[in-house]
Nanobody, 125 residues
Framework: QVQLVESGGGLVQTGGSLKLSCAAS????????MGWFRQAPGKERKFVAA????????YYADSVAGRFTISRDDAKNTVYLQMSSLKPVDTADYYC??????????????????WGQGTQVTVSS
C-alpha cells in the first residue's frame, strides 16, 4: 500500500505562483511514475502533468504547458508541481497519483494505482 500526501495548496492572486508537494510512503518511490490531476468545482477530474519513474520524461496538459513544471526528488520520496502565471481557471483540488512498477501507462485516471487526498488551490482574480 502506498500513501500519498499532498501539501502546498492555498490562495494566490492571478499571475502568482505556488508549489505543490506530494510525499509518498514506502521504499520504492523511485519505481513509481507520478502524476498530478485536478478537479474544479462541479467538473470532472483532469490530467495535469506526469513524470516517469526515472525522471526522463515529463508530460503536460495543453492548458498548463509552459506554466507548470513537474519534478521529483527520489531521496525525499516527493514529487512537486511548480505552478506559475496562475489563472482563476486553475482553481481546483489538486491530486497526486502513482503508477507502480517502473512503467508509465498514460494520463488516464484508471491507469494510476494510488491517489492522495488532494490539496485545494484557489486563484483569485
Amino acid at each position: 500500500q502506498v500513501q500519498l500526501v499532498e501539501s502546498g495548496g492555498g490562495l494566490v492572486q492571478t499571475g502568482g505562483s505556488l508549489k505543490l508537494s506530494c510525499a509518498a510512503s514506502g521504499r520504492s518511490f523511485s519505481t513509481y511514475s507520478m502524476g498530478w490531476f485536478r478537479q474544479a468545482p462541479g467538473k470532472e477530474r483532469k490530467f495535469v502533468a506526469a513524470i516517469k519513474w526515472d525522471g526522463s520524461t515529463t508530460y503536460y496538459a495543453d492548458s498548463v504547458a509552459g506554466r507548470f513544471t513537474i519534478s521529483r526528488d527520489d531521496a525525499k520520496n516527493t514529487v512537486y508541481l511548480q505552478m506559475s502565471s496562475l489563472k482563476p481557471v486553475d482553481t481546483a483540488d489538486y491530486y497526486c497519483a502513482a503508477q507502480v512498477g517502473r512503467v508509465y501507462r498514460g494520463p488516464l485516471e484508471d491507469q494510476y494505482d494510488y491517489w492522495g487526498q488532494g490539496t485545494q488551490v484557489t486563484v483569485s482574480s
